[in-house]
């Protein structure tokens, strides 16, 4: 599966030695990729845009904290 993801999905050479930002739901994929990042390029910051009580917020910030890279929370609400 991981070789699969890694020469379809994510060719090494595009993140290898490169700081790399990857829009974080929490969920299947974006964990995937960010383990494979985390693996390969020389920094990961993961993102994840939602309000404070959403669910792809809560499951994202698991995440990061799970495999261990910074995660930053765009806070979205009515007023922007």
């Not at 999905?9 to 739901?25: F, R, Y």
């Not at 994929?29 to 845009?49: E, N, P, Q, W």
């Not at 910030?61 to 009515?78: A, C, M, R, T, Y």
């Amino acid at each position: 599966l991981v070789t699969g993801v890694q020469t379809c999905a994510l060719p090494i050479s595009n993140i290898e030695g490169k700081d790399v930002a990857v829009a974080c739901s929490g969920g299947l994929d974006s964990g995937l990729i960010s383990a494979l990042a985390k693996r390969y390029a020389r920094s990961v910051t993961l993102y994840t845009c939602g309000t404070s009580n959403a669910f792809d917020v809560a499951m994202a910030k698991d995440l990061s904290e799970k495999i261990g890279l910074p995660w930053n929370h765009v806070q979205i609400s009515k007023s922007n």
